[in-house]
């Protein structure tokens, strides 16, 4: 007896019905690479020499209380203190913004850098999370780094990570006094103002914040690369009045 079959007619699938999901696997709607989301780019970083110093920003994550206050601030001078000294990576100079952290570095390579910034995020990080009480990650995305390979624009870097602050309240309409210091960076520390027309003997005492902070050991690093121990003075000390604007 003969055996009984089905036999189904073939038929083209249009572009439409092969899309549709099934439950089965296969192509799903929303799948593949997020559309439309900012993501921290993973290319290779800038390649640089050990003798250009580098301009690094590091922010922190949305909802993080502000970098600039005194306890926090402090902190941060305790993590840089801490680990900013090494002969292959040195943090030189810093400024505490509300929401991200600017730094003059010196690094032997990419790879010392890559290190010693993973190092110093994970100090910040661990003091600062035990400070605020909190937990998780500290740090948003990955840090930018940018090489300074002549005097000028290490001279434009140097301004606009120590006076930051003035850029910042000039937006704001208001104007700083002339001989004031930004508290929550590395300025008071800094040996390379104009002292202006008068001699430092002459000049009138600091005021105690600033005094208190300059009996404290300077937190951060000697420079060590021509660029950023003297080159840069090449285009005339800092005056502690200038407005940083942009970096070139």
């Not at 000039?170 to 008068?198: I, M, T």
């Not at 902070?213 to 021509?226: D, F, M, N, Y």
Request: proline share 6%; charged share 25%.
């Amino acid at each position: 007896m003969a055996l009984s079959s089905r036999h189904h007619k073939s038929a083209q699938l249009t572009l439409d019905s092969a899309r549709k999901p099934t439950g089965h696997g296969g192509w799903r709607p929303g799948a593949g690479r997020p559309r439309g989301r900012k993501t921290v780019s993973h290319d290779a970083r800038e390649r640089f020499a050990a003798r250009h110093p580098l301009h690094v920003t590091l922010r922190i994550r949305p909802g993080v209380q502000s970098l600039r206050r005194g306890k926090v601030c402090a902190t941060i001078r305790a993590a840089l203190a801490a680990g900013g000294h090494k002969p292959t990576f040195r943090v030189v100079e810093f400024n505490a913004l509300h929401n991200h952290l600017h730094l003059l570095v010196e690094a032997e390579g990419p790879q010392a850098l890559a290190r010693g910034m993973q190092g110093l995020q994970v100090r910040l990080a661990r003091r600062i999370n035990r400070l605020l009480g909190r937990t998780g990650s500290l740090f948003a995305a990955r840090y930018h780094a940018r090489a300074l390979r002549t005097p000028r624009e290490v001279r434009n870097a140097l301004r606009y990570v120590l006076l930051n602050a003035r850029h910042h309240a000039a937006e704001r309409g208001r104007q700083l006094a002339r001989d004031w210091l930004d508290p929550y960076s590395s300025a008071p520390w800094f040996d390379g103002f104009h002292a202006g027309p008068r001699s430092r003997a002459q000049a009138c005492a600091p005021p105690d914040w600033l005094a208190f902070l300059q009996r404290q050991v300077r937190p951060t690093a000697t420079a060590r690369t021509w660029l950023l121990a003297t080159g840069w003075r090449r285009h005339g000390l800092l005056l502690p009045t200038e407005v940083p604007g942009s970096l070139n």
